[in-house]
């Protein structure tokens, strides 16, 4: 396997809020950090819902992975952070809009205390390229 690593930094997803790039694409796989809800144009989080939280997530992740070549119809597995467990039927139903019912990518949701800016959600993913 080579050890060949490019750094990816969309120009159509918010900044990196720390340092860290986008993605990393190694071996034929996007490797995306988790997007939280930054509009890209002014850097301020965007929605008062996590499921509004959550579909702007997966737009700066689909940007992300425009950038790389790819799209999330490739992706492998998302994890979903978010600090409202309870409203997880929410982000579901964010979810279900980007990847539908058939074969959607695997995933785990893991509840936190807290997330950068105050954030209700953060999604990361690996994509195929």
């Known amino acids: 396997m080579s050890t060949e690593r490019t750094a990816i930094n969309a120009r159509g997803a918010p900044e990196a809020v720390g340092p860290y790039s986008h993605a990393v694409l190694a071996g034929g796989l996007l490797f995306c950090s988790g997007q939280i809800p930054l509009d890209p144009a002014t850097g301020e989080l965007s929605g008062d819902s996590p499921g509004e939280q959550a579909s702007r997530c997966l737009r700066n992740l689909s940007a992300v992975c425009g950038e790389a070549g790819t799209s999330l119809a490739h992706a492998l597995r998302l994890t979903i952070y978010t600090t409202e467990l ?20 695997a995933r785990a949701a893991v509840g936190v205390a807290e997330l950068p800016k105050g954030a209700l959600v953060e999604i990361d993913a690996i994509v195929a390229v």
Not at 86 to 105: C, L, M, Q, T
Request: a negative charge.
């Open 86 to 105: 309870g409203e997880f039927a929410a982000i579901n139903e964010a979810y279900a809009e980007f990847f539908g019912d058939e074969a959607p990518p």
